[in-house]
């Protein structure tokens, strides 16, 4: 391997485990949607039914798929930054992952590379005979000694 491919992987191992070390870090994480709500409650006489309404809230919902179901949760405002904590935590994972990746397929273009070079043919510096014998700037000359370029010319 070239000392210049080793220095390209040696940086890109470093790299790597340096974005590999923060995963640790983060803390839980969870995925899903909070929204905020506001709504009409059953009272006829409240003031979430005039015009223009005065509705009720705001409610806090957390909205995710778990295990292929969509589930529901009204969440408390303490709940709220608990979860926006944790949703930002699997962000910071996904793209975590997504480098990891990047470096991954970036050293693979390194060694596929060097494993290229290596399987190539090594070219040996003996003169191409087809070169000695014609006409000069043409290496494949005709049966009758003349190139097939001449041929062409009128």
């Given at each position: 391997?070239?000392?210049?491919?080793?220095?390209q992987?040696a940086?890109?191992?470093?790299?790597f485990?340096q974005?590999?070390?923060?995963?640790?870090?983060l803390?839980?994480?969870i995925?899903g949607?909070?929204?905020?709500?506001?709504s009409?409650?059953?009272s006829?006489g409240c003031?979430c039914?005039?015009?223009?309404p005065r509705?009720?809230?705001?409610y806090?919902q957390?909205t995710?798929k778990?295990?292929?179901?969509?589930v529901?949760r009204?969440?408390s405002?303490?709940?709220v930054?608990r979860y926006?904590?944790?949703m930002?935590?699997a962000?910071?994972?996904d793209?975590l992952?997504?480098e990891?990746?990047?470096l991954?397929?970036?050293?693979?273009?390194?060694l596929?590379?060097?494993?290229r070079?290596a399987?190539?043919p090594?070219?040996k510096?003996?003169?191409?005979?087809?070169?000695r014998?014609g006409?000069?700037?043409s290496p494949?000359?005709?049966a009758?000694g003349t190139?097939?370029?001449d041929?062409r010319?009128?």
């Amino acid at each position: 391997m070239s000392a210049d491919a080793e220095r390209q992987l040696a940086r890109l191992r470093a790299r790597f485990h340096q974005k590999a070390q923060q995963l640790p870090k983060l803390g839980f994480v969870i995925r899903g949607t909070i929204i905020e709500r506001f709504s009409r409650c059953g009272s006829l006489g409240c003031g979430c039914h005039d015009d223009p309404p005065r509705l009720h809230g705001p409610y806090w919902q957390w909205t995710a798929k778990v295990n292929g179901k969509t589930v529901t949760r009204n969440l408390s405002d303490h709940q709220v930054e608990r979860y926006r904590e944790w949703m930002d935590n699997a962000l910071r994972v996904d793209q975590l992952v997504h480098e990891l990746h990047e470096l991954s397929a970036q050293a693979d273009e390194v060694l596929r590379t060097l494993e290229r070079e290596a399987a190539a043919p090594k070219k040996k510096n003996r003169p191409n005979p087809s070169r000695r014998s014609g006409r000069a700037g043409s290496p494949h000359p005709t049966a009758s000694g003349t190139s097939a370029s001449d041929a062409r010319r009128p």
